[in-house]
């Protein structure tokens, strides 16, 4: 359970960049911006930003798993 | 703090860093997978984006792509679609001869279209008209270079093509212009002169000669170009030129360099690697990517339809052009650290079988093409 919460993150970054890639694929950026259309790099700039957060996400959930537990906070836990 | 909790930090610190290294090297090797493979010509690294821009040269309508509110964008944007198009297929067929059934049809469409006269209806505006539009002209018309390369890239796969006669015409035109010009400049539109353009001229002369044997003796012609067109202390080949002089009307800058450096690879000139031993210089490798400066040390200016964006002084123009000129010149280095580059910030995406470059569009992935299969020059 706590290693699905830790990848929940990365797992959300991935299926939107796959979201994005799929909205961005018949679209053309310049061709766009010349006739005045934005959407396009809307979607082009998320996609960079989802990638950055997938990576950053996925950092820090590689070192949440490599964390061991904080015995602290498990004793918290299990006080009544 | 006892000693325990003080391990505990410590232990955290080195853990949340080796995430962040395990992270940035997932990062690095997306980036990077598989530029050594496009940087040695192998096929399976060509064909994804090779497939992507002929199914687009197949699938193309009439008109131009772009449809701006201007002619001189829309046309030149489109030739070099056109061109690049050939350049990157033709380069893939002519070191993997067995695509050539698969490319063909697609860059025999983008000729039809490159020497269509309606493709750039600003040259017929500016000159009253097109370049192919009647006999050939005698003065100018160096935008006609691109059209020329183009067509050598084909007729370099297809010898007796029916655009040959064409191709002849066209080269020996523009050859005996620089030939004859006292500093190796032709305009490209009525009072402008590119250097970028002329290097395309000889290039797509220098081509000709590779394709039929004709030697054009444009080794003369190279040292009177440099004199004019190549700022002494960076380098970099001047953007624009007065017409009829040598004075510097814009910076030397990266973009056109970079396109030149490529170019002149099918002359086989000293000028092209000493073009690329600038964007060397001016180039800065870091974090496993590199990016070519656009203008030369002492000048600034702004983005525009050569350069493309420019962020922190490195452009868009200038680093996937270099990647054409890297790989000409057997930089591996360079090329595979621009190649991440440009997949990061040129949003590369693989599907299926074809891969794109999402920044870009179409002319960017044709563009791209066409560098990253860029042959070395012997």
């Given amino acids: ?80 | 703090m006892s000693s325990a909790s003080k391990t505990n930090r410590r232990v955290r610190g080195l853990l949340l860093l080796l995430a962040t290294v395990v992270a940035l090297l997932v990062a690095y090797l997306w980036a990077g997978a598989g530029a050594d493979d496009v940087f040695d010509g192998k096929a399976q690294a060509q064909t994804p984006l090779a497939d992507t821009v002929a199914a687009r040269s197949l699938a193309h309508g009439d008109g131009p792509h772009l449809s701006s509110a201007s002619s001189r964008l829309n046309g030149q944007a489109q030739v070099a679609i056109d061109q690049m198009t050939l350049l990157g297929l033709g380069q893939v067929v002519a070191r993997h001869p067995e695509f050539k059934a698969r490319y063909l049809p697609a860059m025999e469409a983008a000729a039809q279209r490159l020497v269509d006269p309606a493709t750039l209806t600003y040259a017929g505006e500016r000159y009253g008209r097109h370049g192919l539009d009647g006999p050939m002209p005698t003065t100018g018309h160096a935008y006609l270079g691109y059209i020329n390369l183009g067509l050598g890239m084909l007729r370099l796969l297809e010898p007796e093509h029916e655009l040959a006669g064409l191709h002849d015409r066209l080269s020996a035109m523009l050859a005996v212009q620089l030939l004859r010009a006292p500093r190796g400049m032709l305009e490209t539109y009525p009072g402008e002169i590119w250097p970028p353009d002329v290097a395309v001229v000889a290039g797509s002369v220098g081509l000709h000669g590779q394709v039929t044997g004709t030697d054009h003796g444009l080794a003369g012609w190279a040292e009177r170009f440099a004199t004019c067109a190549v700022d002494a202390s960076s380098g970099y080949l001047v953007q624009r030129l007065a017409s009829g002089s040598c004075e510097a009307l814009d910076a030397p800058r990266g973009s056109g360099t970079a396109l030149a450096a490529y170019a002149l690879g099918f002359v086989k000139a000293p000028l092209s690697r000493r073009l690329f031993a600038a964007l060397q210089v001016h180039s800065r490798r870091g974090l496993g990517g590199a990016a070519v400066r656009e203008y030369a040390p002492g000048f600034s200016g702004r983005g525009d339809v050569n350069a493309g964006p420019i962020l922190f002084g490195f452009s868009v123009g200038a680093t996937g052009f270099a990647l054409g000129a890297a790989r000409t010149h057997g930089d591996r280095d360079l090329f595979v650290r621009l190649y991440r580059t440009a997949s990061i910030f040129g949003g590369r995406v693989d599907r299926g079988p074809e891969r794109r470059f999402l920044a870009g569009g179409r002319l960017g992935d044709a563009l791209l093409l066409a560098m990253v299969t860029a042959e070395p020059s012997t």
């Fill in chain 1, 1 to 80: 359970m706590r290693s699905i919460r830790i990848l929940a993150v990365p797992l959300v970054a991935w299926t939107a960049e796959r979201l994005l890639v799929a909205l961005a694929w018949n679209q053309d950026v310049i061709q766009s911006l010349l006739t005045g259309h934005w959407t396009p790099l809307v979607v082009v700039v998320s996609l960079y930003a989802v990638r950055l957060t997938l990576v950053v996400a996925l950092a820090w959930s590689l070192f949440r798993l490599a964390m061991p537990r904080d015995e602290r906070k498990a004793a918290r836990w299990q006080a009544p």
